[in-house]
């Protein structure tokens, strides 16, 4: 019959972390027709405002946050290829260079984990062929030590 076949989409909750300042809510939406496509949705929440932070409250304004943690993912990525051959991202990636991971942006998912670390994630296909699913990079606190409130 035209038109109808499997379908399914599945959303979970999960609590990232809490700390005295922030409160994480990941939602997993996982969507289903003949394959499978997952992406995660995080809700950092200032227990102080009750507001959605945003990456870049989390900065001092005129830093350079955007280039310095690019950079410092960019790095991640090319260190977990070189360790392991199954790990592909679209980093200098000459083949498709309009694939390449050129930098993050303000509305790119992220949240802090219990190191207090900022965590970025991306989605299926983002940064990297499907089969490597969700993939996340925990940017070390010494690499924007200088630009955090």
């Known amino acids: 019959m035209e038109g109808e076949g ?3 989409i599945l959303i979970k909750s999960e609590v990232i972390n809490t700390t005295e300042k ?11 027709a003949g394959s499978g496509y997952e992406e995660n949705h995080y809700y950092t929440i ?9 990456l870049s409250d989390l900065f001092k304004e005129g830093s350079d ?3 310095v943690i690019s950079e410092n993912i960019k790095e991640q990525m090319k260190k977990q290829m070189a360790e392991d ?18 930098e993050i942006n303000e509305d790119t998912s992220f949240y802090i984990n219990a190191d207090g670390e900022i965590v970025i994630s991306f989605n299926e296909g983002e940064v ?7 993939v996340e990079f925990v940017i070390p606190n ?3 030590a200088d630009m955090l409130k």
């Open 142 to 144: 010494d690499v924007v």
């Open 85 to 102: 051959p199954g790990v592909i991202y679209w980093v200098d990636y000459e083949e498709y260079p309009e694939w390449n991971f050129n």
């Open 6 to 8: 499997y379908q399914n």
């Open 65 to 67: 946050y955007i280039k």
């Open 22 to 32: 922030y409160f994480t809510l990941k939602l997993i939406c996982y969507y289903g």
């Open 128 to 134: 990297a062929p499907m089969y490597m699913r969700v």
């Open 46 to 54: 200032d227990l102080n405002t009750g507001e959605r932070v945003k």
